[in-house]
């Protein structure tokens, strides 16, 4: 089998790659391990970016997005009982952010791509990358119901695998450079089958920790809180979560949270990580294969959609011009982006997070960076101004 472009994964970074290169006419074939019906139920990230909601139009893929998304335009911060609505419409000139599930973005990508002619072969696992550093790179992998290796070959490799793929191993130890931070806290998620509490998202940073209320649909809300991220999600009953979710998020003044039966529950750790080189030879890293967050900005399926944009980009150059010393950009013009994006995930992350590794006087300083949002509009239009998604940098259109 031979394409232009092989893409090892179908998450947002792998399927956006696909439809940016088929508008510009390179041929990519998408390799996912997983089934398409497992793809497309996996719950994870909610929010998007001002500029990935119009590039989804851009792509004319908006239809059931603008139908059926929720389109925010300012988020509530919470501590010490009390709320600060942050207007990021009037903070960023008129941008808002979209809540949209990403299993959802990537269902309207899947049919959209099918429809077009991609090809992506579900239950398909790439098992080696071969021959990055020369001009015929390939992808051996296997599919599901077989045993035989097969072999996809192409010009380029995109490793759009996700945190745990073969993608980032394949370039060589010696040529990555890793940056982690692990937080000594998780999230623990759920979804629950009831209606809206609040008109906005609402992060919480309350004496007992963290809490986040955001949403799914009308009849089905998003939430977290902060928990040990070695704990058992067993020990959490639905009474507890909902006595912590109470503790966290109502404000003593009759609000209160509007409880419902919980559909679904489940623990994530919270980590930032960055691999430095993201390139090696033709195999380039794009999304979580390269990059993690902490999920307290909304950051991680943006940035994988910035990565692909700025690899389309590349690779449709190259396309026109012949000259492969275009790629060479590739690297240093995504970690510009995905190091602020690293910064303020963490900014609020230790922000709003109760971290008992920390000292009273840093819990003090946290509360401080709060309450100069509330004071100091130069401070809200910085963080409205990430929220949204920052600008692109002229150098990297
Ligand atoms: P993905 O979405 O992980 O997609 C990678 C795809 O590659 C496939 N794959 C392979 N396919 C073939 N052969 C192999 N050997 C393969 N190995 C892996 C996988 O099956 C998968 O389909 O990466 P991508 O495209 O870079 O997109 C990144 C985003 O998905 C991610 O940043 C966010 O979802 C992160 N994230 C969250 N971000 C937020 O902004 N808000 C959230 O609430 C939020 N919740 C989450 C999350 C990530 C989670 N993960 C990774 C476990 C919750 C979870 C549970
Ligand atoms: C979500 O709805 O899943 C969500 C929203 C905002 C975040 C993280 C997750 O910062």
Redesign the pocket.
Known sequence: MRTEVGI????????FLAHLLHRTGISSVI????SRE??EG??????LEHWVTELIKELGLGERMLREGHFHDGITLQWNRHRHHVDIEGLTGGKRVTVYP?HEVLKDLVAGLLARGGEIIFG????AIHGAETETPSIE?CRDAANTPEMLHCDYIAA????????RQAIPAAKRVEYQKIYPFG?L?ILTKAPLSWHELIYANQRDGFALL?TRSPDVQ?M?IQCDPAGSISAWSDARIWDELHARLDTGDGWSLTEGPIVQK?I?PLRSFVCETMRHGRLFL????AH??P?T????????VADVRVLARLLDAVHKTGDQSILDRYSATCLRRIWKAERFSWYMTTMLHKNDEESDFERRIHIADLDLIRTSEASARSLAENYVGLPFDKGDE
């Open positions: 090892i994964g179908a998450g947002p970074a792998g399927l390799l996912e391990s997983r497992d793809v996996t719950v994870r990230a909610g929010v990403q398909a696992r790439a098992t992998f759009t695998d996700g945190f745990h793929g073969p993608g999230w998620g955001s998003r977290y489940g994530i794009a999304g979580d294969a993690i967050v999920p900005g909304a950051k991680g399926l943006n940035l994988a």
